[in-house]
T-cell receptor, first 111, second 116 residues
Framework: DVKVTQSSRYLVKRTGEKVFLECVQD?????MFWYRQDPGLGLRLIYF???????EKGDIPEGYSVSREKKERFSLILESASTNQTSMYLC??????????FGPGTRLTVT | GNSVTQMEGPVTLSEEAFLTINCTYT??????LFWYVQYPGEGLQLLLK?????DKGSNKGFEATYRKETTSFHLEKGSVQVSDSAVYFC???????????????FGQGTILTVHP
């Protein structure tokens, strides 16, 4: 199974700060995803990437951007953090057996 | 578009009780179906999957059958344990390839609490 790690488990940032969330896989799967999880809303797709430097918007991309310079690493960027971006952020990797493996999540609080 | 609807929670059961969490879906084409589980403070783990109609996924005593005629994928377990307390998510994925890339569409999650 692929192992997915995320740079921080908990993060506290101030409104207006630029925030970087990193996700790393230990294999070379092509498709990687960023979701946010909010109570009662399930998981919603922010962005995904299907190869190095290739990306597509998900369902809620506003206020976010992403970067994929190397195959194993997929970064989520909050250009100017706002309080409504306080959430749990989950990274996932899609495998050729049609399964997604998730990282442990980063709980971000914006004050 | 695709959508997944789960029964609303929370669900509270006594140990050894029978569990059913309902899940229905709307999708174009022939999706794969999944159940994920999230234990407190952790990320999501794949619990089981089914990739075509009438397939039964099973793992750790949990089962779900892909019912195309009723567009359902209900999760069941015959005898729950306290350690099964978690949030359960039903999800679907179009096949990777084309423009789908294996994106998952999730239900809203069902909180399960099992008491001794």
């Amino acid at each position: 199974d692929v192992k997915v790690t995320q740079s921080s488990r908990y993060l506290v940032k101030r409104t207006g700060e630029k925030v970087f969330l990193e996700c790393v896989q230990d294999m070379d799967h092509e498709n990687m995803f960023w979701y946010r999880q909010d109570p009662g809303l399930g998981l919603r797709l922010i962005y995904f990437s299907y190869d190095v430097k290739m990306k597509e918007k998900g369902d809620i991309p506003e206020g976010y951007s992403v970067s994929r310079e190397k195959k194993e690493r997929f970064s989520l960027i909050l250009e100017s953090a706002s309080t409504n971006q306080t959430s749990m952020y989950l990274c996932a990797v899609h495998t050729k057996t049609y399964e997604q493996y998730f990282g442990p999540g980063t709980r971000l609080t914006v004050t | 578009g695709n959508s997944v609807t789960q029964m609303e929670g929370p669900v509270t059961l006594s140990e050894e009780a029978f569990l059913t969490i309902n899940c229905t879906y709307t999708a174009t084409g022939y999706p794969s179906l999944f159940w994920y589980v999230q234990y407190p403070g952790e990320g999501l783990q794949l619990l089981l999957k089914a990739t075509k109609a009438d397939d039964k996924g099973s793992n750790k005593g949990f089962e779900a059958t892909y019912r195309k005629e009723t567009t359902s994928f209900h999760l069941e377990k015959g005898s729950v344990q306290v350690s099964d307390s978690a949030v359960y998510f039903c999800a679907l994925s179009e096949r990777a390839g084309g423009t789908s890339y294996g994106k998952l569409t999730f239900g809203q999650g069902t909180i399960l609490t099992v008491h001794p």
